[in-house]
């Protein structure tokens, strides 16, 4: 071997005994616990999709920053990923030779006592000769691991216990593992979609990509492999406190699988999920769609039934209303570029007495109101540049293409209509609640949710359990008695006195009490 490459391979192993020792994999832990401190603080695309829209729109510089660096992908991240990785390499490094060790611990008899047992932290001498047979019985009672070795004149008694701190830690180091695993399978076989699904058969969905209103997909996931089935909202159900706070929400749905259209149906509540093949739905938040009408000067009337997003907990919600479509010549069929209309509003669910007429002041339909900008030219639709459904276009606002049509916002209430000046109208016809929903495959949380149970189970003993070592050595002339902790406790002075005490025949009753100790 060339001295180049010696050298390689010398730096190599000093890199991998690095990566692989305990204490590298104690600061990978670490780091990784810090690493997901961002997926608590910020709210999560696969968890909520309404709350990282409305991070958006209250942090407009801050959350693309955010974005660029998977603020709102953590756990999927190629940073996370890359900690977990090293995480899953040193610990399975490190933790093979311990495991073999382990194994050759529990095959090997406790070891022999020095032979000046007097130099252990834990000594006594008797003059009397103890029974072999007893005190071997009486240790096994104990839950020692017992040997004893004849010796000619003498009998060896070598016990050994708290073998399980030792399991529990490579128990719940391995747990680790395994939930590494477990995330790193979710991440490769996962999938999720988001969906904002309004009330009535126009509002029905089925299980594709474009149905979506954001969706993520695992490494190894395609389009094909979405499980096919389809939901339907009928009705959705809101239980508010007089304070505002929600106390149930209920989506009932139908839905339909294996390519057949929604009928049979379910309850949706939170925490409690629709369970499909190959696909578990849940309900997020909910929310209400207004439903426009437009009549143009032609006499056409277009109706849009929108999501409006809720910015607030007594559900006042913003959102737009747009008719690309509208004021057509039917003579010709040419649309008029400049006569496009859209529409920006605030919903409020119950409109308060006095104005300004801006926020709701409960969040049931007891006085609903919608108050409307309305604007008139070129929505940019025409483009074909992707535009928010919940907006109308600031752009072609700022730069003239989009004229306010009256300075004076309108609130209508349900039923009223709103004149514009070219003749043309705008009415409010209703309400429709919406739910919202995660529709998510994660193939890997049992394998998660198992393991974390095992890294408790293994927590415990690993916490809790001493490992100590107890040795008789019955002479001729007497009985030695020997004590060391592997790893130091305040009781282990009480429990060696007891064995002790116990194998000599003493009667720990009637010994006075030492002074200085504490009694029982």
Not at 54 to 68: C, I, M
Not at 69 to 75: E, K, Q, S, T
Not at 395 to 419: N, T
């Amino acid at each position: 071997m060339s001295k180049t490459r010696r050298k390689i391979v010398a730096i190599v192993r000093r890199w991998w005994r690095q990566l692989t020792s305990m204490r590298t994999a104690l600061v990978l832990l670490l780091i990784l616990a810090l690493a997901a401190v961002p997926g608590s603080l910020l709210p999560q695309r696969n968890l909520n999709i309404e709350q990282v829209r409305r991070y958006f729109e209250e942090n407009p510089d801050l959350a693309p920053v955010l974005d660029r660096l998977w603020g709102f992908d953590v756990y999927s991240s190629p940073w996370f990923a890359a900690i977990y990785l090293l995480l899953f390499t040193s610990l399975v490094g490190c933790l093979l030779p311990r495991l073999r060790e382990f194994i050759t611990s529990l095959r090997t008899p406790p070891p022999d006592a020095p032979a000046r047992m007097s130099i252990l932290p834990q000594y006594r001498e008797s003059d009397d000769r103890a029974d072999a047979e007893e005190a071997a019985r009486i240790l096994r009672k104990d839950r020692f691991r017992v040997s004893v070795r004849d010796r000619g004149d003498s009998v060896m008694i070598a016990a050994e216990k708290g073998y399980s701190r030792e399991a529990g830690n490579l128990l719940f180091h391995f747990s680790l593992i395994g939930l590494l695993v477990g995330m790193a399978f979710g991440s490769l076989y996962g999938w999720y979609g988001n969906r904002i699904l309004v009330a009535g058969e126009d509002g029905a969905f089925c299980n594709t990509l474009q149905q979506y209103d954001e969706y993520g997909l695992g490494a190894n996931v395609t389009s094909t492999d979405l499980p096919p089935f389809c939901l339907q909202l009928d009705e959705f159900t809101a239980v508010f406190l007089e304070n505002g706070q929600p106390t149930q929400f209920i989506a009932d749905l139908q839905y339909g699988q294996n390519g057949q259209i929604p009928s049979e149906e379910y309850r949706l509540e939170v925490n409690h999920p629709l369970e499909l093949d190959g696909a578990t739905v849940f309900l997020l938040g909910h929310g209400y769609a207004p439903v426009i009408s437009y009549t143009d000067r032609y006499g056409t009337t277009q109706t849009s039934t929108t999501a409006f997003l809720a910015e607030d907990g007594m559900l006042t919600s913003t959102g737009a209303a747009v008719f690309p479509d509208a004021n057509v010549d039917p003579e010709t069929g040419q649309p008029d570029p400049n006569a496009q209309i859209a529409f920006e509003g605030i919903f409020m669910p119950t409109v308060p007495e006095q104005p300004p007429f801006t926020t709701s002041v409960a969040p049931e339909l007891n006085n609903p109101g919608l108050m409307l900008v309305g604007y008139r030219g070129d929505t940019g639709l025409d483009d074909g540049q992707p535009q928010s459904v919940y907006s109308v276009n600031a752009e072609q606002i700022a730069d003239g293409s989009l004229e306010v049509i009256d300075v004076d916002p309108k609130v209508l209430a349900i039923g009223e209509s709103w004149q514009l000046d070219d003749g043309t109208s705008v009415t409010f016809e209703g309400i429709l609640p919406y739910a919202v929903l995660q529709v998510r495959d994660d193939p890997g949380e049992l394998t998660v949710l198992a393991f974390a149970i095992t890294v408790l189970m293994g927590l415990l003993p690993a916490l809790t359990v001493r490992r100590r070592r107890f040795w008789v050595r019955i002479g001729p002339d007497g009985t030695e008695f020997g004590g060391l902790a592997r790893t130091e406790f305040d009781g282990f002075g009480e429990e060696f006195d007891r064995l002790a005490d116990t194998i000599s025949g003493v009667d720990r009753s009637e010994q006075p009490e030492k002074i200085g100790s504490l009694s029982q």
